[in-house]
């Protein structure tokens, strides 16, 4: 499992820098600490710095509700982003506004056509 978990790290990477002009890349997730150092990140740099580890995978209830299934049990895997503050030397910690699950298939998906919605 923890191999795996590695490729994905090296997966999540690659996506990230490959689709690097994805808009949703482009969103800030701000580190902040108790010294009063604070900086703000893109998710793309938050994730193509690979400064970032996995959590430990839980089952939840999927918050929607396909047709016929009422409680359909979920693994999300939480992505959290360590690292020092370059002030006080203390560990910053934020955790992805996404699972793992949820973003690989936003990485993986193909920009839409210019030409469609240019």
Known sequence: MEMNLMSMKDSIISLSQKNRNNKFLKN????????GFSEKLTYYDFLAGGEFNFGQPSSILSPFISESVYDETIIVTPINLSKKCPVCGKDLTAVFPLS??????????????PQMYG
């Open 28 to 35: 800030n997730i701000e580190l902040r600490c108790k010294c």
């Open 100 to 113: 793992l699950e949820e973003l690989i298939p936003i990485l993986q998906s193909q920009p839409p056509d």
